[in-house]
């Protein structure tokens, strides 16, 4: 079609729109119920071990909710351009989605009822790097906690008391295969006063073809001081032959509305009847610059005296890793 004739009808189809109360008013209703959000992650970093250091698009991310009255939907839309030249699947591109329904009468805010995928309801450290207070996510997470559930969940809250249950296919496995649902679990949060959090969540999933995975994870918060959050977690995996696990802390302070720093001291063992484990200190400044915008530079040093590498150093080595990181979240 010539380009003139497609500007003619574009104008005509928005002019058609907004001089029909009927659909401006459906258009305009939908709206007030729709919430958009999102991010870009960039980065420069690098390694001794690898020897490699550039830039990154780390990330970006779309998440779109929409509710009316007692029901939703939610997707969150992500690549992962750094990651490789892998083709990228449905489900990589779809970090989220699932649909959910409130149930009033049972829980300070009713119980809601939510079916499709969804982040993992356990560990401290968030997936997002909006939601960071640092670049690198710590080993317990890397290596102990599945990221998302394909499955339904219920959540509801009771005074101090928040709690969810949940149930899916195998952990970060969105598939419909012979063995239905594979995955279950809960957490129990527990507020006793403003500012404490502490948190008690069990999985239990049979991985595919192999043995049953039993995880016990707490995490705790405590932000009931101005401008510091500290966050600690303990995490514990059993396997018929094997058991791993570790455990973290993590204090943020910012020092003004614009600048903060974190420290986080972290611990991680594969297998706890051989010797050897990991060691993780990390350090990190961060920077508001306005609106949405943030930047952080972060050095992190890790020891492995396991005979497995583990989240970039090799087996029975080191890693010295650094990272200047802008992200912009809306």
């Given at each position: 079609?010539?380009?003139?004739?497609?500007?003619?009808?574009?104008?005509?189809?928005?002019?058609?729109?907004?001089?029909?109360?009927?659909?401006?008013?459906?258009?305009?209703?939908?709206?007030?119920?729709?919430?958009?959000?999102?991010?870009?992650?960039?980065?420069?970093?690098?390694?001794?071990?690898?020897?490699?250091?550039?830039?990154?698009?780390?990330?970006?991310?779309?998440?779109?909710?929409?509710?009316?009255?007692?029901?939703?939907?939610?997707?969150?839309?992500?690549?992962?351009?750094?990651?490789?030249?892998?083709?990228?699947?449905?489900?990589?591109?779809?970090?989220?989605?699932?649909?959910?329904?409130?149930?009033?009468?049972?829980?300070?805010?009713?119980?809601?009822?939510?079916?499709?995928?969804?982040?993992?309801?356990?560990?401290?450290?968030?997936?997002?790097?909006?939601?960071?207070?640092?670049?690198?996510?710590?080993?317990?997470?890397?290596?102990?906690?599945?990221?998302?559930?394909?499955?339904?969940?219920?959540?509801?809250?009771f005074g101090m008391?928040?709690?969810?249950?949940?149930?899916?296919?195998?952990?970060?496995?969105?598939?419909?295969?012979?063995?239905?649902?594979?995955?279950?679990?809960?957490?129990?949060?527990?507020?006793?006063?403003?500012?404490?959090?502490?948190?008690?969540?069990?999985?239990?999933?049979?991985?595919?073809?192999?043995?049953?995975?039993?995880?016990?994870?707490?995490?705790?918060?405590?932000?009931?001081?101005?401008?510091l959050v500290i966050?600690?977690?303990y995490n514990q995996?059993?396997?018929?032959?094997?058991?791993?696990?570790?455990?973290?802390?993590?204090?943020?302070?910012?020092?003004?509305?614009?600048?903060?720093?974190?420290?986080?001291?972290?611990?991680?063992?594969?297998?706890?009847?051989?010797?050897?484990?990991?060691?993780?200190?990390?350090?990190?400044?961060?920077?508001?610059?306005?609106?949405?915008?943030?930047?952080?530079?972060?050095?992190?040093?890790?020891?492995?005296?396991?005979?497995?590498?583990?989240?970039?150093?090799?087996?029975?080595?080191?890693?010295?890793?650094?990272?200047?990181?802008?992200?912009?979240?809306?």
């Amino acid at each position: 079609m010539h380009t003139s004739m497609r500007h003619i009808i574009t104008a005509a189809a928005t002019l058609l729109i907004a001089s029909s109360p009927a659909v401006a008013g459906g258009l305009q209703d939908k709206l007030g119920n729709l919430s958009i959000s999102g991010f870009v992650d960039t980065s420069y970093s690098g390694d001794n071990a690898s020897k490699t250091r550039g830039f990154g698009l780390d990330q970006v991310e779309l998440d779109i909710e929409y509710a009316e009255d007692n029901v939703g939907l939610r997707f969150d839309l992500n690549t992962f351009p750094s990651a490789g030249a892998t083709p990228l699947t449905g489900d990589q591109l779809a970090e989220q989605g699932y649909v959910y329904v409130k149930f009033a009468g049972l829980g300070d805010d009713g119980t809601t009822f939510t079916f499709g995928k969804f982040n993992a309801p356990i560990g401290w450290e968030l997936l997002d790097a909006p939601d960071m207070y640092q670049f690198s996510h710590a080993m317990v997470f890397n290596n102990g906690l599945p990221a998302n559930i394909a499955g339904a969940s219920l959540a509801a809250s009771f005074g101090m008391v928040d709690g969810i249950i949940y149930g899916g296919n195998y952990v970060d496995v969105n598939n419909v295969t012979a063995n239905g649902a594979q995955s279950f679990g809960t957490r129990l949060g527990f507020t006793p006063m403003d500012g404490l959090n502490l948190g008690v969540s069990y999985l239990h999933t049979t991985n595919p073809g192999t043995t049953a995975d039993r995880t016990l994870d707490i995490d705790f918060t405590y932000d009931a001081i101005d401008k510091l959050v500290i966050g600690a977690e303990y995490n514990q995996t059993q396997k018929p032959a094997t058991k791993s696990g570790g455990y973290f802390a993590t204090a943020h302070y910012d020092f003004t509305d614009a600048v903060g720093a974190t420290l986080r001291w972290g611990t991680f063992d594969f297998d706890t009847n051989t010797a050897g484990k990991a060691t993780q200190t990390t350090v990190a400044l961060t920077s508001a610059l306005g609106g949405g915008l943030g930047a952080l530079v972060e050095y992190r040093s890790l020891n492995n005296t396991m005979a497995t590498g583990i989240d970039g150093a090799a087996a029975n080595g080191k890693l010295k890793a650094y990272a200047f990181e802008m992200t912009y979240a809306f």
